[in-house]
């Protein structure tokens, strides 16, 4: 007769435990490739979407900072020909850190 209790176990159906297995291969997996990659990336301070398995997104978040320039539509021309845009230097964009400087 048994008395106390010595263990808790939980068993799998085989179904459960191959879907189990998988994870956690894909699990390793995905840490091995994406390792280094996502070391890089925290050094830089850059953001590291993981959504799903196997995938990854990095995104400075300095891309933030930038907007359209509204006077070019981002094209960088403008004020004649051969000219840049003169609100944003002819680089189509404005860095919300750093207004324009007018003369
Ligand atoms: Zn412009």
Redesign the pocket.
């Known amino acids: 007769m048994r008395q106390g209790i010595h263990g808790i176990g939980v068993r799998l159906g085989r179904q459960a435990t191959v879907r189990s297995l998988l994870i956690v291969s894909l699990r390793t997996l995905d840490g091995k490739v994406f390792g280094e990659p996502d070391a890089f990336a925290w050094v830089q301070g850059w953001q590291i979407g993981r959504g799903r398995l196997l995938r990854r997104t990095y995104r400075d978040a300095r891309f933030a900072l930038l907007l359209e320039?509204?006077?070019?539509?981002?094209?960088?021309t403008?004020g004649g020909a051969g000219t840049?845009?003169?609100?944003?230097d002819?680089?189509?964009r404005?860095d919300r850190l750093r207004p324009a400087e007018r003369p």
């Not at 320039?69 to 960088?76: A, N, R, S, T, Y």
């Open positions: 320039c509204g006077l070019c539509h981002g094209e960088g403008g840049g845009c003169s609100l944003c002819g680089t189509g404005l």
